[in-house]
């Protein structure tokens, strides 16, 4: 069985949590036996079984449909919108514009597809009709640094609040250091950029320049000691963006035993984050309230240890094995 990876786009271009994912699960399958690879658009080799493709663009539709002539079975990894059946009604017309139909196209040439979580595998069937026997819930991986026995516990020692990820107006950094600033409690915050948000990005370096509260690093290689370090220290993790599909920031924090504060959004609502303290993401006075709730006693707020455990690299390595062998046998 040999299976080949298709990225979402090149990654000079954007690299965030999703291309992460698609890496650390390269790696896992490989780790488990299987023999899996990164296509090389140049090669003519054409010898391998499966195609593993990552996102539901419409930019996959050429190489899928080629992918289907040669006999290739067909996986797709993809991050879909939370609906329930009330929102529904009000996403059908736009589920008919042109790029939804392609999307569409797109998925009827899928053997499989892959969602992190129960709720993303209703929205599959809801939304697009796919059929729930062919849709796997893996959720994204927890690198095996976060899980570090040695320094998880109740009494952490710097008592700072924690946000990772890529600075933009959606993750909404700018309203947490606002709050943190408010409630006087310290504030690390881990991210690049995100090309575009330069605008968002000089607007949260004001609010920092006016406060010795909040701190910038602006990024650090994925799963690296220091990364791990921080997580370890802090008492609480903060993601209050308006929308989100399935964090890994959240899932490390878990691993490392962080109190999670997350906005009150449909993908706060997943197994992976139970007992996570809800706030409204617009409000700086229930932002605050959920931050200082959160601090005082963060094992409150965090999932449980199978929860997380189902998490770990070999779990997923071995979920997509079996989900590139029942692929086979369509």
Same mark, same amino acid.
């Given at each position: #069985? /040999?299976? /080949?990876?298709?990225?979402?786009?090149?990654?000079?271009?954007?690299?965030?949590?999703? %291309?992460?994912?698609?890496?650390?699960?390269? *790696?896992?399958?490989?780790?488990?036996?299987?023999?899996?690879?990164?296509?090389?658009?140049?090669?003519?080799?054409?010898?391998?079984?499966?195609?593993?493709?990552?996102?539901?663009?419409?930019? +996959?539709?050429?190489?899928?449909?080629?992918? /289907?002539? $040669?006999?290739?079975?067909?996986? #797709?990894?993809?991050?879909?919108?939370?609906?329930?059946?009330?929102?529904?009604?009000?996403?059908?017309?736009?589920?008919?514009? @042109?790029?939804?139909?392609?999307?569409?196209?797109?998925? $009827?040439?899928?053997?499989?597809?892959? &969602?992190?979580?129960?709720?993303?595998?209703?929205?599959?069937?809801?939304?697009?009709?796919?059929?729930?026997?062919?849709?796997?819930?893996?959720?994204?991986?927890?690198?095996?640094?976060?899980?570090?026995?040695?320094?998880?516990?109740?009494?952490? @020692? #710097?008592?700072?609040?924690? $946000? &990772?990820?890529?600075?933009?107006?959606?993750?909404?950094?700018?309203?947490?250091?606002?709050?943190?600033?408010?409630?006087?409690?310290?504030?690390?915050?881990?991210?690049?950029?995100?090309?575009?948000?330069?605008?968002?990005?000089?607007?949260?370096?004001?609010?920092?320049?006016?406060? +010795?509260?909040?701190?910038?690093?602006?990024?650090?290689?994925?799963?690296?000691?220091?990364?791990? *370090?921080?997580?370890?220290?802090? /008492?609480?993790?903060?993601?209050?963006?308006?929308?989100?599909?399935?964090?890994?920031?959240?899932? %490390?924090?878990?691993?490392?035993?962080?109190?999670?504060?997350?906005?009150?959004?449909?993908?706060?609502?997943?197994?992976?984050?139970?007992?996570?303290?809800?706030?409204?993401?617009?409000?700086? $006075?229930?932002?605050?309230?959920?931050?200082?709730?959160?601090?005082?006693?963060?094992?409150?707020?965090?999932?449980?240890?199978?929860?997380?455990?189902?998490?770990?690299? *070999?779990?997923? @390595?071995?979920?997509?094995?079996?989900?590139?062998?029942?692929?086979?046998?369509?």
């Amino acid at each position: #069985m /040999r299976v /080949r990876i298709v990225p979402l786009q090149p990654h000079c271009f954007a690299f965030g949590g999703f %291309e992460v994912q698609m890496l650390d699960a390269l *790696d896992a399958v490989q780790a488990v036996g299987v023999r899996a690879e990164k296509l090389n658009p140049w090669s003519l080799d054409s010898d391998f079984d499966i195609l593993h493709v990552w996102g539901m663009e419409p930019d +996959h539709l050429s190489a899928v449909h080629w992918a /289907r002539k $040669s006999g290739k079975k067909i996986v #797709m990894t993809a991050l879909l919108p939370y609906v329930g059946p009330r929102a529904l009604a009000g996403r059908v017309k736009a589920l008919f514009n @042109g790029r939804a139909l392609m999307q569409r196209e797109l998925l $009827s040439q899928i053997d499989i597809l892959v &969602v992190v979580n129960a709720a993303q595998r209703q929205s599959a069937h809801w939304l697009y009709g796919f059929d729930l026997e062919r849709v796997k819930v893996i959720p994204n991986i927890i690198a095996p640094i976060f899980f570090r026995l040695d320094k998880r516990g109740e009494h952490k @020692g #710097m008592g700072y609040v924690l $946000s &990772v990820g890529n600075v933009c107006a959606r993750k909404n950094q700018l309203m947490l250091a606002k709050a943190c600033a408010g409630a006087g409690l310290d504030l690390v915050l881990v991210g690049n950029v995100l090309p575009g948000e330069e605008a968002y990005a000089a607007d949260l370096q004001t609010v920092i320049d006016r406060t +010795h509260h909040v701190r910038w690093i602006k990024g650090l290689p994925a799963a690296s000691k220091a990364l791990a *370090d921080l997580y370890a220290d802090a /008492r609480c993790f903060a993601l209050i963006s308006h929308h989100e599909t399935q964090p890994i920031s959240l899932l %490390e924090a878990a691993a490392s035993r962080s109190g999670l504060l997350i906005a009150d959004q449909r993908y706060a609502r997943q197994e992976f984050y139970q007992n996570a303290k809800l706030v409204n993401e617009r409000s700086i $006075s229930a932002i605050i309230e959920g931050l200082n709730a959160v601090t005082q006693t963060p094992s409150m707020y965090l999932p449980p240890d199978d929860v997380v455990n189902s998490c770990q690299k *070999d779990a997923v @390595g071995r979920a997509y094995a079996h989900t590139y062998q029942d692929a086979m046998c369509l």
